[in-house]
Each structure stands twice: as structure tokens, then as C-alpha cells.
């Protein structure tokens, strides 16, 4: 059982910047990748940014070149950092993880854990 507790999320303006992290209990390594996701209102849930066990990334392409998705295995984090924020990122973020996948499929998670989410409002 891995628990998920998301944290960093609030009010922003347009292009400026945000850090979320998720805290994974016991540890980050009980698990072989943990992502962001987000949903937006009337929308459905989709990948953010994933992170693998051992390091590896994958973005989704509406976000390459404005997030940063990190791990730290002593504090059990993986943080999101955005930049240059718009409009369209408005939603709640949700940390996942997945305890099966391997390989490239982790780059597609099927989270089993999630966290409860954080709002996030990128607005003027």
C-alpha cells in the first residue's frame, strides 16, 4: 500500500511559475513510477509528466519545454516544477504511481495509488 499526498498548488498569474510535490509513503522506490496527471473541469484526466524508478521521463507535449519532473528518494518527493504558466494548465493536479508497469510502459502509467489532488489556477 503506498500512500500519496500531494501539496505546493494555488492562485498564479499567467506565465509565472509553481512547484508541486508528492510525498509517497513508505517510499518512493516501493513503487516503479510516479506521475502527475491533471483534470480540468469537464475534461478528463490526463498524463502530466511521469518518472521512473530509475530516473527516466516522459512529458506529454503540451508541456515539453515548461515543466520539470524530479525525484528525490531521501525526502520521498517527486516535485513538478512549471513555468511560464497559461490559462489552459488550470485544473487539479493529481500525483499517481504504478507498482506494475516495466520498461517503456512506465512512460504510460497505470497509476493504482493516487493522491487526494491540488487545485491549481493559473489566472490574471
Known amino acids: 500500500q503506498v500512500q500519496l499526498v500531494e501539496s505546493g498548488g494555488g492562485l498564479v498569474q499567467p506565465g509565472g511559475s509553481l512547484t508541486l510535490s508528492c510525498t509517497a509513503s513508505?517510499?518512493?522506490?516501493?513503487?516503479?513510477?510516479i506521475a502527475w496527471f491533471r483534470q480540468a473541469p469537464g475534461k478528463e484526466r490526463e498524463l502530466v509528466a511521469v518518472i521512473t524508478k530509475g530516473g527516466l521521463y516522459n512529458k506529454a507535449d503540451a508541456v515539453v519545454g515548461r515543466v520539470h519532473i524530479s525525484r528525490d528518494a531521501t525526502k520521498n518527493t517527486v516535485d513538478l516544477q512549471m513555468r511560464r504558466l497559461e490559462v489552459e494548465d488550470t485544473a487539479v493536479y493529481y500525483c499517481?504511481?504504478?507498482?506494475?508497469?516495466?520498461?517503456?510502459?512506465?512512460?504510460?502509467?497505470?497509476?493504482?495509488?493516487w493522491g487526494r489532488g491540488t487545485q491549481v489556477t493559473v489566472s490574471s
Open positions: 499517481g504511481a504504478d507498482d506494475e508497469c516495466q520498461g517503456y510502459a512506465c512512460y504510460n502509467p497505470r497509476a493504482r495509488y
Open positions: 513508505p517510499s518512493i522506490n516501493s513503487v516503479n513510477a
